[in-house]
């Protein structure tokens, strides 16, 4: 695998060539150094691992529950820190197995990485988009008192009084949870003391 110019030029001095240059085929960072000074190079022999950074993949970690809710070209939003504003992507792929210790669904976003800005090893926050994005009714999730078999939520009502409401859960995100069943845009949900008043009900036996 010797160059052609060195091949050319021993042919035309007649003499071997004992020092060339071997260029590498892509620009980048060298991510493995396999040779040292005098060492034996053998056919077949890794010598440099060069890794081009320009582009890169960021690997999102979906939980299980949501990994239905993602597709493959869904917007991605990745966000670095110390980098002001969010870099745009799409989801390319995503892994057909569950990771048996996180339970989370692995997708890949392919990005550009101008200024190499993404530098492999580095935590960032993904925020995916499907692509079909729909209106929701959203709640804090701490309003939600969850008891295993219902999901309950306290309104608020004109008159002041507190009555407890099952709810049927969707989507998370952001300290936000929609509800696809039992409120209605403009209701008043209680979202901090809840659990006190859930427990004083239950004593009491208000909510039978």
Same mark, same amino acid.
């Given at each position: 695998?010797? !160059?052609?110019?060195?091949?050319? +030029? ?12 071997? /260029? ?11 040779? +040292? ?7 077949? /022999? ?9 582009? *890169? ?5 979906? !939980?299980?529950? /949501?990994? @239905? ?12 820190? #110390?980098?002001?504003? !969010?870099?745009?992507?799409?989801? @390319? ?26 530098? $492999? #090893? /580095?935590?960032? +926050? ?6 079909? %994005? ?5 709640? $804090?999730?701490? %309003? ?18 507190? +009555? !407890? ?11 936000? *949870? ?31």
């Amino acid at each position: 695998d010797l !160059p052609d110019d060195v091949v050319e +030029r021993s042919e035309q001095s007649g003499n071997a060539q004992s020092r060339f240059t071997l /260029m590498a085929p892509v620009a980048g960072v060298v991510a493995e150094l396999g040779i +040292r000074e005098g060492a034996m190079v053998s056919p077949g /022999m890794t010598l440099f691992r060069i890794v081009d950074l320009g582009s *890169v993949w960021v690997i999102a970690d979906v !939980p299980e529950a /949501m990994s @239905s809710q993602v597709r493959v070209g869904s917007a991605a939003e990745v966000q670095v820190a #110390g980098v002001s504003s !969010p870099i745009a992507g799409k989801l @390319s792929a995503i892994l057909p197995d569950v990771d048996l210790v996180t339970r989370t669904v692995k997708g890949r976003i392919e990005l550009r990485n101008p200024g190499l800005a993404l530098k $492999p #090893g /580095m935590f960032v +926050r993904i925020t995916l988009r499907p692509p079909n %994005a729909s209106q929701a009714l959203l709640i $804090p999730q701490e %309003a939600v008192i969850v008891t295993g078999r219902r999901s309950v939520v306290i309104v608020v009502e004109e008159s002041g009084t507190y +009555r !407890p409401v099952d709810v049927r859960l969707g989507r998370e995100s952001g300290g936000e *949870v929609e509800i696809l069943s039992g409120l209605s845009e403009g209701q008043r949900v209680l979202s901090s003391g809840q659990f006190l008043l859930d427990s004083e009900a239950s004593l009491k036996g208000v909510e039978a």
